[in-house]
């Protein structure tokens, strides 16, 4: 039963190539955190703290799955741009 299951969802499951490098994942991680710890603890509230936190949500996939939705609509890959760590 779990292999139908499989070869039902894999072709529906979209492959994505990793186009960001370590330097963005990280400032992406930490700025997502920084803006749900602005609207947990800090003075922000309402609408604008409702779009703080789908901005973050929206940060730490992208930090987490290392794919930028972005950077694919415009043709950008920095994923083999780490030279400034050597």
Do not use: H, W
Not at 3 to 24: G, H, R
Request: aromatic share 18%; proline share 2%; with cysteine.
């Amino acid at each position: 039963m779990v292999t139908f299951a499989l070869y039902i969802v894999q072709p529906l499951m979209i492959t994505s190539k990793k186009n960001m490098n370590t330097l963005d994942r990280v400032s992406r991680f930490v700025i997502a955190a920084v803006l749900v710890a602005l609207v947990i603890f800090g003075p922000v509230r309402g609408l604008l703290g409702f779009i703080l936190i789908v901005m973050s949500f929206f940060f730490f996939v992208a930090s987490f799955t290392g794919f930028c939705l972005f950077y694919k609509s415009i043709n950008a890959d920095f994923n083999n741009s780490d030279e400034y760590f050597k």
